[in-house]
């Protein structure tokens, strides 16, 4: 509830407090007065203006005990039970409460006014307006009693994704009150379902704070290989935002279908009021992992599939994009044409998702990479928060450190939106440096350039030559160089 609204309330609780207090003070401390004034009025009956003297009593204690129950029921429900347990009472136990707690104060209150009325008897000759008023209120009365029932054994709260009823109503419950459950949908929609029909339904619930699972089918061309599908797919997983880090995913051959293999992903997610997003963002990860591994989705089997290319589309051209694409990187620049085409020939094309990992810092690695389309980011890790050291377009490369000096990755690099990689192996750079040796000292440079840069010491320049000359070497002998 807004600040403000709290205020007014309060306010307004104070006031009605004093207004009801006040009279009741009033009333019995003009009590005898009130009554000889009465009297003349009542016919000159004493216990008739009594009586409704009494009767006025009544209505404002009456009044001030319900001021009590909703002051009693805010400082439990509304601040103890929040503090307690976290979060706030049902509104079903809050009116339950409520009208339990007024309905003894009422009758209490009563009994000390009109303390010769009996109210057993009052109770015994109303059981047959009792009877009727109960079949008339069947149906309230058994969402009523259905949600003390449903509140008793406490299966869902407030925040939890339920799927209830015939129709399999999916939602966050928002609200459980006396007449009705109230779930908030996907699609923004509230759908209110009867407490007794809910009581009779199976109620499929996903707990806020529990470790929800989900599941994700996909399939592959028969011979694609199973132990390559599972490991691709677990890894493109589990880096997924969303994606509990607590218990990796699982990845399973559900059926040996008609058209291919058919699997299923089993993840665990953090919040799982987000499934939607989550499985979509699932089903994306596989999809480029899929592409980067190889993979093939398998369709049915009786569709026949051609596929004519246009000429441009079939290799050529890509060799040609790849090939000029490598002949503008700087450090290639060297190259004659045989070797650069010899290079793209030996290079394989990746492709990775916006915010996707292409290499982590810390793995090994043996190939280097030169962005081919979009764009990356060089974090690292510094006192537990990532920081990026630079972005690197298109014909800019990475990775040459690791390939170089045979250490392990300096750094991740995580692409910034859909990116294309060409990746170089260690055989087809050695090929390079055989023929071109000055290649190395070059290299040697800027690999020393980006080690200053990731410990981004203001004193950078001064060790630069020395390190270079250190990497030289490093590198000759990575690569049984002279
Ligand atoms: P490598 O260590 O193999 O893997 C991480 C890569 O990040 C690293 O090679 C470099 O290519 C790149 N890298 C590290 N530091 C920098 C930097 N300061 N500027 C640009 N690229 C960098």
């Known amino acids: 509830m807004p600040r403000s609204k709290r205020k007014n309330k309060l306010i307004l609780f104070v006031v009605a407090t004093a207004i009801a207090s006040l009279a009741f003070y009033l009333l019995v401390h003009f009590n005898s007065e009130l009554q000889e004034l009465l009297r003349p009025q009542m016919g000159g009956l004493a216990s008739q203006a009594e009586t409704f003297v009494k009767a006025l009593q009544l209505v404002f204690l009456g009044i001030l005990a319900y001021l009590l129950v909703r002051a009693l029921n805010s400082l439990i429900f509304g601040l103890a039970f929040r503090l307690r347990q976290g979060f706030e009472?049902?509104?079903?136990?809050?009116?339950?409460?409520?009208?339990?707690?007024?309905?003894?104060?009422?009758?209490?209150?009563?009994?000390?006014?009109?303390?010769?009325?009996?109210?057993?008897?009052?109770?015994?000759?109303?059981?047959?307006?009792?009877?009727?008023?109960?079949?008339?209120?069947?149906?309230?009365?058994?969402?009523?009693?259905?949600?003390?029932?449903?509140?008793?054994?406490?299966?869902?709260?407030?925040?939890?994704?339920?799927?209830?009823?015939?129709?399999?109503?999916?939602?966050?419950?928002?609200?459980?009150?006396?007449?009705?459950?109230?779930?908030?949908?996907?699609?923004?929609?509230?759908?209110?379902?009867?407490?007794?029909?809910?009581?009779?339904?199976?109620?499929?619930?996903?707990?806020?704070?529990?470790?929800n699972a989900r599941l994700v089918l996909f399939n592959t061309l028969f011979n694609d290989s199973p132990a390559k599908t599972i490991h691709v797919v677990r890894e493109a997983v589990r880096e997924a935002d969303n994606v509990s880090e607590k218990i990796p995913p699982i990845v399973r051959i559900r059926n040996l279908g008609e058209s291919g293999v058919e699997y299923e992903v089993k993840y665990w997610l953090e919040d799982y009021a987000r499934y939607n997003d989550t499985d979509a963002l699932v089903r994306q990860r596989i999809w480029y992992a899929f592409r980067r591994a190889g993979l093939n989705f398998a369709f049915p089997t009786r569709t026949l599939h051609l596929e004519r290319k246009p000429r441009a589309e079939m290799g050529e051209g890509k060799g040609g994009a790849i090939v000029e694409r490598?002949?503008?990187?700087?450090?290639?620049?060297?190259?004659?044409?045989?070797?650069?085409?010899?290079?793209?020939?030996?290079?394989?094309?990746?492709?990775?998702?916006p915010s996707e990992l292409v290499i982590r810092a810390g793995d090994p690695g043996s190939s280097m990479f030169v962005v081919h389309q979009g764009r990356v980011s060089v974090q690292i890790t510094d006192n537990l928060r990532s920081r990026t050291v630079a972005t690197l377009n298109e014909g800019d490369f990475f990775g040459e450190m690791a390939l170089f000096t045979g250490e392990p990755r300096t750094a991740s690099v995580v692409a910034l939106e859909e990116t294309e990689v060409l990746e170089i192996g260690h055989e087809a750079m050695k090929r390079v440096f055989d023929n071109n040796p000055d290649l190395v000292e070059s290299l040697s440079h800027i690999i020393a350039e980006r080690r200053q840069g990731l410990a981004a010491r203001d004193d950078s320049t001064s060790g630069e030559t020395d390190e270079s000359a250190g990497i030289l070497s490093a590198i000759k002998r990575f690569f049984g160089l002279n």
């Open 89 to 211: 009472a049902p509104t079903l136990v809050r009116n339950v409460f409520s009208i339990v707690a007024f309905t003894l104060l009422f009758l209490l209150i009563f009994s000390s006014l009109f303390p010769r009325v009996n109210l057993g008897a009052l109770f015994t000759t109303s059981a047959i307006f009792g009877v009727i008023l109960g079949l008339a209120l069947q149906d309230t009365l058994g969402n009523f009693f259905a949600g003390i029932s449903l509140q008793a054994d406490r299966p869902f709260q407030v925040g939890d994704v339920i799927t209830v009823g015939a129709q399999r109503h999916t939602g966050v419950v928002e609200e459980i009150t006396w007449r009705a459950i109230k779930i908030r949908t996907f699609t923004n929609h509230v759908v209110l379902i009867n407490n007794s029909s809910a009581a009779k339904e199976p109620i499929e619930v996903c707990p806020r704070g529990n470790l």
């Open 326 to 353: 490598l002949a503008a990187v700087d450090i290639f620049a060297p190259l004659s044409a045989e070797e650069t085409a010899m290079l793209a020939k030996a290079s394989i094309n990746h492709v990775f998702a």
